[in-house]
């Protein structure tokens, strides 16, 4: 599938939820789309073209993770993994097993992370892209699992790591078990580093809590987004605890940058292109 | 004094009770000594039946009493020589966080632990116990000088969590922990962690990764506080006796789930009733891991670590 063909089916869905939207919307959003930051507003098919960024403000949407998947790629060459394991209810949480279903429904997908092994301008690298669309991109068991097997994949196939982030923390649900899903990934980044292999975090809007206090913030390189919010905790909660306003721009990847947080802030018109860069100069042969 | 807390209401009247008859038997020229000692058989039984019903709510109370003991009482009664050492070498000295060397049956170690202040002031100076970046990354340098120098690190852990600051963010929060995470998993000494009080999120996983955890028997570890749970679950803090339970936080809870080593018992009715019983307690079981940890090499020791937290997990294939 092209990127066109994803246009074709977001048109025709979008289509019947226009009669829907109508009221909180201005303009219809299958065929135009309002920049939530600037208001300015264009028509779908060029948003998408452009990779989901404003043509005007550069104001980066929020992307699926198959969408990540169609632009980043060399076409064709992604294979996904793991796509069996699906989210039990440990804690057994009323209604959580169908929030699950009807996310996987909504994304197809079956967590909130996608991983698969691929080739960027003919290199072979391991990826995981998680999905803010479902379940918030929050971290439980299975999204701990398939990140770790990933990891482990590239630490078999001594390949590059590359993780494209975006997560509210750990999944309440889940209880504790979110919470060692932290150290487990961690554990399996630490042998894959071990090993001398490469990884790059890109972390996207948003990164916070326990995503971003584990594996987000552990690459070799850490890139972002522009705009992107990435923090430990969350704004609301450090105002009441510090009782004073905070900066318009807290916990952007711009302030994360100016704070010496961050290896670089890119485009996501650059990133295919930096990201193979970055691949390319840690090929071991060119070394 | 030893405060009591809600669910000991009964055994507290009982002992007002007891104590009065004392007086009285003191004062008076009546012989009640009986009739005390019968009470005192009630008080046992009466504390036997409260404390083997412990509600997770109730431990959650014993976790926060304002006298529970600290990293501190326990490494004054447990080890022998402590020197204290301070700073990250970057940006300062986080107090919320204190560690150094010391001597634990005539070998030296390290030892790492979240700090709370014992009054006011105190916690003000070591901001309750919940550190700032500087505060993990002292840890992890003094994880390193262990290494250097093959000593075993013993953790304690006791927080509500990494400190929610604008400084926090700034100077990075998130890296700090998830440094500590990753480089803990490849230290090739043995480190044992025990969670002493609370275990709050992933300010208290950052001195988790161990190849053994253990937890005295009213310590919490979880990835949200009660209060914070039932918030966002149920919108209403006030569910947070609820919360407590279905988030499954306690010691047994984490014993079942597989996700901890051993649980180390408090004397009755908590830590905070008898700390020199306590650190005996926690030495026992400290001195068993330290030696079951003690002759295997650095590369076992990684890969049981990885091993452990690789296994943590539920979920269908
Ligand atoms: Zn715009």
Redesign the pocket.
């Known amino acids: 599938m092209s990127i066109k063909d994803l246009f074709k089916t977001n048109k025709i869905k979008n289509k019947a939820r226009i009669s829907m939207k109508r009221e909180e919307h201005d303009v219809p959003e299958g065929i135009m789309t309002k920049?939530?930051?600037?208001?300015?507003v264009e028509l779908t098919k060029d948003l998408m073209k452009g990779l989901k960024v404003?043509?005007?403000?550069?104001?980066h949407y929020k992307m699926t993770a198959q969408e990540r998947v169609e632009i980043f790629f060399d076409e064709g060459t992604f294979k996904s993994l793991d796509d069996h394991l699906v989210s039990i209810n440990p804690l057994e949480f009323p209604s959580y097993i169908e929030k699950i279903q009807s996310d996987i429904k909504k994304t197809g997908l079956n967590e909130a992370v996608l991983t698969g092994i691929g080739e960027l301008d003919g290199e072979q690298i391991v990826v995981a892209i998680m999905d803010s669309h479902f379940r918030m991109g929050s971290m439980g068991s299975v999204v701990g699992e398939k990140i770790t097997r990933a990891i482990e994949k590239a630490t078999e196939l001594s390949a590059p790591f590359i993780i494209f982030t975006a997560s509210g923390g750990a999944r309440m649900q889940e209880g504790v078990l979110s919470l060692m899903q932290m150290a487990k990934t961690s554990v399996a980044l630490q042998r894959h580093s071990a090993e001398g292999h490469l990884f790059i975090s890109i972390m996207t809007h948003p990164t916070t809590g326990g995503v971003s206090a584990s594996f987000a913030s552990l690459g070799d390189i850490n890139l972002a987004e522009p705009k992107a919010l990435i923090g430990f905790a969350g704004r609301r909660v450090i105002e009441q605890t510090v009782r004073e306003k905070l900066p318009e721009d807290f916990q952007t990847a711009e302030f994360l940058l100016a704070h010496g947080q961050l290896d670089a802030v890119v485009n996501r018109k650059d990133m295919r292109k930096t990201v193979s860069t970055i691949v390319k100069l840690h090929v071991k042969e060119a070394q | 004094m030893v405060k009591y807390l809600p669910f000991e209401a009964p055994l507290m009247q009982l002992r007002e009770k007891i104590n009065e008859l004392k007086e009285f038997t003191a004062n008076a020229d009546v012989d009640m000594s009986k009739e005390i000692s019968q009470l005192e058989d009630r008080f046992s039984k009466l504390a036997k039946e409260i404390y083997d019903n412990i509600q997770p709510w109730d431990r959650v109370q014993i976790a926060r009493h304002p006298e529970r003991p600290t990293t501190k009482d326990y490494i004054n009664a447990i080890f022998d020589d402590f020197i204290e050492f301070h700073g990250d070498r970057n940006f300062g000295d986080d107090e919320a966080i204190i560690g150094g060397i010391a001597s634990f049956e005539g070998r030296p170690i390290t030892i790492i632990g979240h700090q709370r202040g014992k009054d006011t002031k105190e916690n003000i100076r070591r901001n309750f116990g919940m550190p700032h970046p500087e505060g993990y990354r002292k840890a992890l340098r003094l994880m390193k000088q262990a290494e250097k120098f093959s000593r075993p690190i013993i953790c304690m852990i006791d927080t509500k969590g990494a400190y929610p600051g604008k400084a926090a963010e700034q100077r990075g929060q998130s890296e700090a922990i998830a440094r500590n995470l990753f480089e803990m998993a490849g230290l090739k000494v043995p480190v044992i962690s025990i969670v002493i009080g609370e275990g709050g999120s992933g300010g208290a996983l950052a001195l988790c990764v161990a190849n053994q955890i253990h937890m005295l028997e009213n310590a919490t570890l979880s990835v949200i506080s009660p209060e914070g749970a039932a918030s966002i679950l149920w919108k209403d803090a006030t569910l947070a006796q609820k919360a407590a339970e279905a988030m499954r936080i306690t010691a047994p809870n984490l014993k079942e789930m597989e996700i901890i080593d051993e649980i180390i018992p408090e004397v009755l009715g908590g830590a905070h009733n008898d700390v020199v019983q306590q650190a005996l307690n926690m030495k026992m079981v400290l001195s068993d891991s330290l030696e079951k940890l003690k002759n295997i090499p650095a590369d076992e020791l990684i890969e049981n670590r990885y091993n452990k937290f690789r296994a943590i997990g539920v979920y269908t294939e």
Do not use: I, L, V, Y
């Open positions: 920049c939530p930051d600037c208001r300015h404003c043509s005007k403000c550069d104001h």
